[in-house]
């Protein structure tokens, strides 16, 4: 079954974290069903504890849908997607969410203190672990500033945050967790200037202390990745670091002068 399950639980009995090494893809396959069209075609690639990928590539070429398997979102994958070679398939799903975050572009805010939305209800997450994360990701310059600062009271889906405020929060949530590996669907929306520094100083810490695969719109995030995966119509074209796939000068290349010509726009 390929289900996709957002909700958050609120787990008692938490598994220990895996204690990552190495993730394999190694030819993976998936279809939405059984007899639809490959949306991966053979995806292989390796990376091993503080590495920093990032996968890059139009709507629709892929992207999400390896993170998706990755967080055990998406089932019935064929080929190999191996952590410390243990087959994924074979890892219970809330060990797989005790060693993996996803932050993703839509975030939900609970109706609930700013408290409770970092931490999530996690046993293992003290007021000081959701301090020392929201710090740690410049969210505690504005928390400070609320009334009440973590005992404010989120309406629902944030609608008394700004979304960048709401970026910063769902940053804590992911770092709370003490996560082997961060998995950062990015944001393109537009947020104000002030918020939008902190979110690339924030993505700049997590980027210097964590395992992180990113799916990423942001120029510095791509720059600063060890390896990048281009990937178009569910295959990778392309591997390689910034500066040999600017050289190629193939896809990356030419995504890149289109992010950038975005970017200039906004």
């Not at 950062?184 to 992180?212: G, H, M, P, R």
Request: aromatic share 6%.
């Amino acid at each position: 079954q390929k289900v996709e399950d957002p909700t958050v639980e609120s787990v008692s009995n938490v598994p220990d974290p895996i204690a990552l090494q190495e993730i394999e893809f190694k030819n993976v396959c998936f279809s939405y069903s059984d007899d639809g069209p490959d949306v991966l075609k053979n995806v292989s690639f390796k990376l091993k504890k503080g590495d920093r990928l990032a996968l890059v590539g139009t709507t629709g070429s892929g992207k999400s849908t390896i993170i998706r398997l990755l967080a055990k979102t998406y089932t019935g994958y064929r080929g190999s997607i191996k952590i410390n070679g243990t087959e994924l398939s074979e890892i219970p799903i809330a060990q797989v969410r005790e060693t993996i975050s996803v932050m993703h572009q839509e975030i939900f805010m609970f109706n609930d203190t700013v408290e409770f939305n970092i931490a999530l209800g996690r046993k293992n997450i003290s007021q000081t672990d959701v301090e020392q994360a929201a710090s740690f990701v410049y969210a505690s310059r504005f928390i400070d500033q609320l009334p009440g600062g973590y005992r404010f009271v989120i309406q629902d889906n944030g609608d008394n945050l700004s979304k960048g405020q709401a970026q910063l929060i769902s940053f804590a949530r992911a770092i709370a967790g003490n996560s082997e590996l961060i998995i950062l669907d990015e944001a393109t929306s537009a947020v104000d200037s002030i918020t939008e520094q902190y979110i690339q100083q924030a993505i700049a810490n997590i980027f210097s202390t964590k395992t992180v695969i990113a799916v990423a719109h942001r120029l510095s995030t791509i720059r600063n990745s060890d390896l990048i995966l281009v990937l178009e119509d569910g295959q990778i074209i392309e591997r390689g670091t910034h500066t040999e796939l600017l050289e190629h000068g193939g896809k990356y290349a030419r995504l890149l002068h289109q992010i950038e010509a975005e970017h200039k726009q906004n």
